[in-house]
Each structure stands twice: as C-alpha cells, then as structure tokens.
C-alpha cells in the first residue's frame, strides 16, 4: 500500500464533519507515530527503566 493509499484510508475514517484541521492533525500524529517506529526498529530507543527514570527526574 503507498503511503497516498493509507493517507486515503485514514481519511476515509475520519467523521464527515471532519475539519482541514481535523486531518493535518491526523497526518502530523501518523507521522510522529511512524519516526519513532522507524526508531524503534533501527535500535535507538530507550529501554523503559531509562525512560520511568527520566520522567522521574522530570516530575521533580
């Protein structure tokens, strides 16, 4: 499926009522979702006793 085909799709699912805005959003989430998929896949994530230690420091 090309990416043209799923940003169809996606925006066949969204309600009719559906604003310009409604779907930019949905296009900036797919895309922030898909990098950090990317990343995942190429090992540069974080392991999660990494990342409950950042946010701890963060919520300090």
Known sequence: MTVKD???????????????SDIMAELYFRQNVDEALKELDEGKGISHEKAKKRLGQWLQ
């Open 6 to 20: 799923q940003v169809i799709k996606m925006i066949e699912k969204l309600p009719d009522e559906a604003t310009v």
